[in-house]
């Protein structure tokens, strides 16, 4: 009896990243950091008293179709991170696969966790997949944001072809309060307004002195941008035409609501400045 054909499979890199936060009184230490894959991260730093900042490094530069790569950071009780990367997110053209990027975030009581990550950019005819998820006690602390590159608007490049999963959830204390979808595909941009930047920023937890000061710093922005408040969670969403609109407002917010949130002056990393 003959056999049934062999199926086809397209396999490209299965990555995965743990990391753990510890605090001492002198510092927050990164207690242990294991992967698997092309995903690492550099020594980590202290530009400042107690928190930690870290690089996260992907070395390939970019994910194709295939590739799957898992994130998870785990934040002890008091502990205090900032995690940002060098560069750019690049999700490249797939011929059919689909490029998967999880990341999962647990942050404890009295926790504080800053996620900066650069851009992320998608060329026209990827098929992407993402999944953030943030996991908080609700005496932690979360400053969060996302800023998404459709196509490459410097070249006059449109996301004209191609599929994107968004997904974006935050939970407290184990109950979810913001789970959040966005499906883009065939080139259709009409729910972004076709705007090719896309701008998410989380703070948590906030008031409504916190909302209308972010208000005010979005009015540049006019029509295009806004901000909500619901259960002490401020999420901020923007579209824009030019990257550095997006990226100056997202640094001005982050600078603004630092220091009535963390009780710490603003302390860019370095690596933004190169």
């Not at 009780?77 to 059919?96: C, D, E, H, N, W």
């Not at 908080?136 to 004209?160: D, K, Y």
Request: proline letters at 7%; aromatic letters at 10%; charged letters at 15%.
């Amino acid at each position: 009896m003959q056999g049934s054909p062999a199926k086809k499979h397209t396999h490209g890199w299965q990555a995965s990243l743990a990391l753990q936060f510890s605090y001492t009184p002198e510092k927050t230490l990164l207690q242990s950091a294991r992967h698997v894959g092309p995903l690492t991260v550099q020594r980590p730093f202290y530009p400042e008293d107690q928190t930690c900042h870290l690089y996260l490094l992907h070395p390939p530069g970019g994910i194709v179709g295939g590739d799957e790569l898992n994130i998870s950071v785990q934040l002890d009780p008091q502990s205090q991170v900032l995690i940002t990367m060098p560069g750019a997110s690049k999700f490249y053209r797939s011929s059919g696969p689909q490029a998967r990027l999880n990341q999962c975030f647990f942050i404890e009581e009295d926790a504080m966790l800053e996620w900066l990550p650069q851009d992320t950019i998608f060329f026209p005819g990827a098929h992407a997949a993402l999944r953030s998820v943030f996991h908080l006690h609700h005496s932690s602390t979360l400053l969060a944001w996302e800023l998404f590159c459709l196509g490459r608007p410097v070249i006059n490049e449109t996301f004209s072809h191609g599929t994107i999963e968004s997904r974006l959830e935050v939970w407290i204390d184990n109950e979810p309060l913001l789970i959040e979808r966005q499906h883009l595909s065939d080139g259709n941009l009409a729910s972004v307004a076709e705007h090719p930047w896309i701008g998410t920023l989380l703070c948590y937890p906030a008031n409504d002195t916190l909302l209308e000061g972010v208000r005010e710093r979005l009015a540049t922005l006019e029509n295009f941008a806004g901000a909500t408040l619901t259960d002490n969670l401020l999420s901020l969403r923007f579209l824009a035409h030019d990257n550095l609109i997006c990226q100056k407002a997202m640094r001005d917010i982050w600078q603004y609501l630092r220091p009535h949130v963390m009780a710490k002056a603003p302390h860019p990393p370095r690596i933004w400045q190169t």
